[in-house]
């Protein structure tokens, strides 16, 4: 069932211009179906693969078929047009789980083909588009910060327990580690060195992510990426380095109860994590991708300026746009760059691929951390903490599953989750953009950012390799989604980044996995609306001559057609923007165990500390009050920064 349905979203074709032998590549002489067996392996939640197979056994019933395409048959008995038929009627369906089950396969098959090298010289889609695929490995080698290997169930004895290595964690175990605590660093994933760092996508996104970049909400509507390595999300992210702004403050102190977000002391966090991490605009040259957004914006009169960065020497040159693969150059002061290297000068004891189970609690104080660790054999191990303070900074989506696991499941636990839901437009242009190139990020514009109240949409762009148009592009036809693929090196984005108003939550299943609940609500879709609508302003202003939405099937469009923006318009109207209409991605989740004063409605107080734990602290975007409406990155710093110091005054 997996080679038809792949075979028929990625069928050889022949077509007159084919030189690299794109087209007439397809998932069989690829051996996709195989990768797509792998990755559905790797899923980390029963739940997943229980729901893939009854998707494949529906699609093999004829009975089922008969009922939603018409077809008396097993897809593995139609031919190649009848398959294409009943794939397009889940696509474009009226109900939502069988819109979310094709974009689930149309996901898995299309990031198998076209996120891993085929031959020696690459892949034909690679070659189509002029994308050079990794790069050679730099002269210069970065190591990995040394760790403790664990081969055998052990005990550590510390004042400070951390969980999570990332903007959190990595800041709170630095600083308190600095400041002569005896700290060690609980890490999920990995601790890549440079050479690690392969610039292979399906690789990276396996190894670096969390879940693998498998993790989805449970309605299959909205991917959703976090970084899963020493460092955390800082390793992999875009290096946008905004701080809270200053309405933001405003409100998150009105809804919390707290008074924390406006004071000198939170500015003070603010300017101390600005300066350990460089931010500046020294280093924010534009590539064409970012300058195509510039220049959108200044012809229409629109605002845009240049993007703050934690980089140090982020020398020009296409190797940047890798760098949501980590920087093999170390020009990205990530925390296991900064404040991490600071905690393992100091003394801190840092182990990875250690999965936090619970923190352990007594008389309502907590008292360290039980954690399982796949040792250098392979093999588990069972690593017991025992700690004076524990602080949670897992990230918004595991933050919460590891209270409820360790018992704190009532009150605002899990509740308040935004995900700053990510689209885009994407435009032709007759020059070369080679959007995989360039700076990750260097110019925004904030022209919608305030739509209603402070809620709006933020324009970026991003890096464009494969994993991207793989996942996010909107499917109509193979060939069409091939045509589209192959222009890669000609194409750019305009990324349409919401605030959201209205939360999802994080549900903890019976085992203990965390699970992401979580719609678009029709508010934020209105704004949504408008941002698509500008970006495409902004991307025919720059002079594209092709537009498309990253609906089912795209809106696609011509700038100069009369009536093209109200015709653009229409059809995402007639599409629609929620419930797996059109492709969203999540880089920042928040708000799932949020500070405030009142018990009831929040999880930790003004210093971090649970309402219903001692010695137990949040210091991650799980504490956020609501979206930040900017990359989080600074304001989670600034949190975690201002816990440490709390801790510091407390013990």
């Known amino acids: 069932m997996l080679s038809a349905i792949c075979e028929t979203l990625l069928p050889e074709m022949q077509v007159e211009d084919d030189p690299t032998g794109f087209f007439a590549t397809g998932a069989g002489t690829a051996h996709t179906a195989e990768r797509v067996e792998r990755l559905i392996g790797q899923l980390q939640d029963p739940l997943d693969r229980l729901r893939l197979r009854l998707l ?53 098959a299309h990031v198998a083909y076209y996120c891993w090298p085929l031959d020696r010289t690459g892949h034909p889609a690679w070659r189509a588009a002029g994308y050079p695929g990794p790069l050679p490995e730099p002269a210069t080698i970065i190591e990995p910060l040394p760790t403790v290997a664990v081969d055998r169930d052990t005990t550590l004895e510390c004042d400070v327990a951390v969980i999570g290595s990332g903007a959190g964690g990595g800041v709170v175990a630095g600083l308190l580690a ?14 890549p060195g440079s050479r690690d760092m392969t610039q292979v996508e399906g690789d990276m996104l396996g190894a670096l992510y969390l879940d693998g970049a498998l993790l989805m909400t449970q309605s299959g509507s909205l991917p959703i990426l976090a970084g899963s390595c020493l460092g955390g999300g800082t390793v992999i992210n875009y290096t946008a380095s905004f701080p809270l702004p200053e309405r933001a403050r405003a409100e ?31 280093w924010t040259t534009p590539g064409e ?23 140090t020497d982020c020398k020009e040159g296409r190797e940047c746009g890798y760098c949501t693969y980590g920087c093999r150059h170390g020009a990205k002061n990530s925390t296991a760059r900064t404040y991490l290297t600071d905690a393992a000068q100091a003394g801190a ?52 599953a590891l209270l409820v696991r360790s018992g704190l499941a009532d009150g605002a636990v899990g509740h308040g989750l935004r995900l700053h839901p ?25 022209q919608l950012v305030d739509q209603d109240d402070g809620y709006g949409v933020k324009f970026e762009t991003a890096p464009v390799h494969y994993a991207l148009p793989a996942s996010g592009f909107g499917w109509e036809s193979p060939r069409q989604f091939k045509q589209d693929v192959g222009r890669l090196g000609n194409l750019s984005i305009v990324g349409v980044l919401l605030r959201d108003r209205d939360a999802g939550r994080i549900a903890v299943s019976r085992q203990g996995r965390a699970r992401v609940h979580y719609e678009l609500s029709r508010f934020d879709a209105g704004h949504v609306r408008a941002g698509l609508r500008g970006a495409a302003q902004v991307l025919a202003a720059a002079g594209a001559t092709e537009i498309f939405s990253l609906h089912t099937p795209p809106a696609r469009v011509r700038p100069g057609e009369h009536g093209w923006l109200d015709r653009f318009q229409g059809q995402c109207d007639s599409r629609g923007y929620r419930r797996c209409h059109m492709s969203y991605i999540s880089f920042h989740q928040m708000g799932s165990a949020p500070m405030g004063s009142d018990p009831g409605r929040s999880v930790a107080g003004e210093t971090g500390e649970t309402h219903g734990v001692k010695g137990l602290y949040v210091a991650d975007g799980s504490a956020f009050p609501t979206s930040s409406g900017v990359n989080p990155m600074i304001t989670i710093m600034a949190i975690a920064d201002h816990v440490a110091h709390a801790i510091l005054g407390a013990t």
Not at 69 to 78: D, E, I, N, Q, V
Not at 429 to 444: A, C, D, H, K
């Open 252 to 282: 998150w102190n009105a809804l919390s109860g707290l008074s924390l977000f406006t004071t000198p002391g939170f500015e003070a966090s603010l300017g101390r994590v600005n300066a350990r991490l460089n931010v500046g605009t020294r």
């Open 178 to 191: 600095v400041a002569g605590r005896s700290v060690v660093v609980l890490e999920k994933g990995p601790n």
């Open 289 to 311: 991708r970012d300058a195509i957004l510039e220049r959108g914006c200044r012809a229409l009169g629109w605002h845009v300026d240049a993007i703050p960065r934690n980089v």
């Open 56 to 108: 494949l056994s529906a699609l093999g019933s004829p009975l089922a078929n008969v009922v939603m395409s018409g077809r008396f048959a097993s897809l593995t008995r139609m031919d190649g047009a009848a398959r294409e038929a009943t794939l397009r009627g889940w696509a474009m369906s009226k109900i939502p789980l069988r819109r979310a089950g094709f974009q689930a396969l149309k996901r898995l």
């Open 349 to 400: 004891r840092i182990v990875t691929q250690c999965a936090a189970e619970r923190v352990t609690i007594e008389r309502g104080r907590a008292t360290g951390v039980v954690a399982s660790v796949r040792g250098p054999d392979g093999k588990p191990y069972t690593l017991t903490v025992r700690a004076k303070v524990v602080v949670a900074a897992c990230g918004a989506v595991n933050t919460p």
């Open 422 to 446: 990510a689209t885009a437009v994407a435009g032709i242009f007759p020059g070369r953009v080679e959007p995989w190139t360039g700076g990750l990020q260097t110019r925004y514009s904030d």
